[in-house]
């Protein structure tokens, strides 16, 4: 996809997983400002292309493989890490949002490939 739709800047045409995404993003810009966040913010905003790209291709083509899969959990644990690394919070809060993040990842995946 050389250009991408004018759909996927439209606040209103947003599908709820890109909403979700572009919240979660605002979210982490209000913590403040750092290297760490501004990475994290940035891998949001990849996730939020990726489900945008799956929306704006012919519906059925969507194919869910293991690689979606390993990567839900590896951007995950990254994330959480990251937060860990930045605020300090115990492991047990990070497992937590770790499984929060896998759980939401496992949704948008569940919305993307649903007809």
């Not at 489900?51 to 590896?74: K, L």
């Not at 919070?89 to 939401?104: M, P, R, V, W, Y």
């Amino acid at each position: 996809m050389a250009t991408p739709s004018r759909r996927r800047i439209d606040i209103q045409r947003l599908t709820p997983a890109e909403t979700a995404i572009r919240n979660a993003m605002l979210a982490v810009e209000d913590v403040g400002a750092d290297p760490l966040l501004t990475d994290a913010v940035n891998l949001l905003q990849q996730a939020r292309d990726k489900v945008a790209d799956y929306v704006d291709r012919e519906p059925g083509t969507a194919v869910v493989t293991q690689e979606i899969n390993v990567g839900i959990h590896y951007r995950a644990r990254g994330v959480a890490n990251m937060i860990q690394n930045i605020t300090s919070c115990s492991d047990g809060a990070t497992n937590i949002l770790i499984k929060a993040l896998i759980e939401f990842g496992e949704e948008i995946k569940r919305q993307a490939v649903e007809p």
